[in-house]
C-alpha cells in the first residue's frame, strides 16, 4: 500500500489521481500509525519549507516519516518532498530539515524570474530505470524559488538549467525525489510515475 502524506501543504488530488493513474493503491492519511504501517510514503508539498517541518511535527509525522526512510523502505518526494530531505533551508531564515541527506536548500539565483513556472527540460546525469521511455531533454513541470545543493553529487539524477544547472531530482538507495511535479507533467510525467511502480512490483 501506497501511503500520500496529507500535511495540509500540498494538491494531494491530482498527485492521488495520478498515481492511481499508473495503477499505484492509495491511502491518504496523516494519521502517524498509517505512516507505520506504510509500504511506500509519498511526501508532496507546496509552499514554505518552514511552515512544512511546523506541520509535520505538529501532526506527529516527522518521526516516523524518518523511521521508514531509515529502514530502507521506499521513499518519493515532489517539490517539498525533495527539499525536506536535506539538513537546511534559508527560506524566511534558516529552517532545518529532515537532515537524511546533506545539503542544503537555497534561492534561485537573482538574475533569473523567480518563482521559477514552467515548463523545463530535464538532464540526466546517471543511468536509472526510473528514466526508462523518457527522452533526454524531456519537458516537465515546475513551481519553485528554492533548489537543492546536494554535497554528494552520486545522488543526483537530473539537473534543468535555469540560470545555473539545478539539481531536478535526486536518486539514493530506498530514496526518489524530484523538484517538479510528475503529477502536472502530462505523459512523461505518469511514465515517471509507472517507472516507479514497476521498480517497486515489477
Not at 509552499?47 to 524518518?66: H, P, T, V, Y
Not at 527539499?83 to 537524511?100: D, K, M, N, P
Not at 533548489?147 to 552520486?154: A, I, L, N, T, Y
Request: glycine residues 10%; proline residues 4%; neutral net charge.
Amino acid at each position: 500500500m501506497l501511503l500520500l502524506i496529507d500535511y495540509g501543504m500540498g494538491n494531494l488530488r491530482s498527485v492521488s489521481k495520478a498515481l492511481e493513474k499508473v495503477g499505484f493503491s492509495i491511502k491518504v492519511s496523516s494519521d502517524p500509525e498509517e505512516v507505520k504501517r506504510a509500504e511506500v510514503l509519498v511526501l508532496p508539498g507546496v509552499g514554505a519549507f518552514r511552515d512544512a517541518m511546523e506541520n509535520l511535527r505538529k501532526l506527529g509525522l516527522l518521526k516516523e516519516i524518518l523511521r521508514h526512510i531509515e529502514k530502507g523502505k521506499p521513499y518519493m518526494g515532489i517539490c517539498l518532498g525533495l527539499q525536506l530531505l536535506f539538513e537546511r533551508s534559508y527560506e524566511f531564515g534558516e529552517t532545518e530539515g529532515f537532515g537524511v541527506l546533506e545539503g542544503e536548500v537555497l534561492l534561485l539565483p537573482p538574475k533569473v524570474k523567480v518563482p521559477h513556472i514552467g515548463w523545463n527540460q530535464l538532464w540526466r546525469q546517471k543511468p536509472s530505470d526510473l528514466l526508462n521511455g523518457i527522452r533526454e531533454g524531456e519537458y516537465f513541470y515546475f513551481v519553485h524559488s528554492y533548489h537543492v545543493v546536494p554535497k554528494r553529487q552520486d545522488i543526483v539524477l537530473t539537473t534543468t538549467d535555469y540560470g545555473i544547472d539545478f539539481v531536478s531530482s535526486i536518486e539514493y538507495e530506498n530514496i526518489f525525489a524530484v523538484q517538479f511535479h510528475p503529477e502536472k507533467s502530462q505523459k512523461a510525467g505518469l511514465r515517471l510515475l509507472e517507472n516507479f511502480r514497476r521498480r517497486l512490483y515489477g
